[in-house]
């Protein structure tokens, strides 16, 4: 069964700074990979995802992450963080083939100072 | 395009009480999921239709949850008798179709609190 771990629960960066949040997971082949983002009081909305290819992904809102299979991460990046990109995230992992059934992480909390 | 429609939004309940959520997904999407997400948790599916039939029900507590979709298009998951531990925010999402490249668009969410 697949799994994802994602270490930090909290990160807190200063507006304009860089963003890295981690994501580490587990399954035994390639596994389809997602980033989520929830801004509170809404649903989950789709960053960006890796099906195969080239390993570094680009997002919307300026997010990027690179799938690394050496390490199995699939870390999220944004090279200057806005106010606005403070919200919870979610790594997701799916196992290849099949309908989708998607597991996912518990989260980072990200906190933007000014 | 309207997105995916919930309600309540927000439900109180004492332990052994019912509760009914419902869901209205996207125009035209076949594919409908339900997601609880405990505090400090990511999102767990609970049940996935393909129109109006079962996908996956395998992490759906079928001793008191139970989903149905009668007529392929809204939904409605109920909790009969709620326990303590079913406190959470209920998710509904919908997509085209099952296959992983259709990307699931998610409702706000029901939060659910029993006392």
């Known amino acids: 069964a697949q799994s994802v771990t994602q270490p930090d629960i909290h990160i807190t960066v200063s507006e304009g700074a860089s963003l890295e949040l981690r994501c580490n997971y587990s399954y035994g082949a390639t596994p389809y990979l997602f980033w989520y983002v929830q801004s509170p009081g809404q649903g989950l909305q789709l960053l960006l995802k890796?099906?195969?290819?080239?390993?570094l992904v680009q997002g919307i809102k300026g997010f990027e992450a690179e799938f690394k299979r050496s390490q199995s991460s699939f870390n999220l990046r944004k090279p200057s963080v806005h106010w606005s990109d403070a919200a919870e995230y979610f790594c997701a992992v799916a196992r290849s083939g099949g309908s989708y059934i998607p597991t996912f992480g518990r989260g980072t909390s990200l906190i933007v100072h000014p | 395009e309207a997105g995916v429609a919930q309600s309540p939004r927000y439900k109180i309940i004492e332990k052994r009480q019912s509760v009914a959520f419902w869901c209205n997904p996207i125009s035209g999407h076949a594919t409908l999921y339900w997601y609880q997400q405990i505090l400090g948790q990511g999102p767990k599916l609970l049940i996935q239709f393909q129109n109006n039939g079962v996908v996956d029900d395998s992490q759906l507590p079928k001793d008191r949850f139970s989903a149905e979709r009668l007529k392929g298009v809204d939904s409605t998951l109920k909790i009969q008798p709620a326990k303590l531990e079913d406190s959470a925010v209920y998710l509904c999402?919908?997509?085209?179709?099952?296959?992983?490249?259709?990307?699931?668009?998610f409702g706000p969410g029901t939060r659910l609190t029993v006392l």
């Open positions: 890796y099906f195969s290819g080239d390993t």
């Open positions: 999402a919908s997509s085209l179709g099952g296959e992983v490249y259709n990307e699931q668009f």
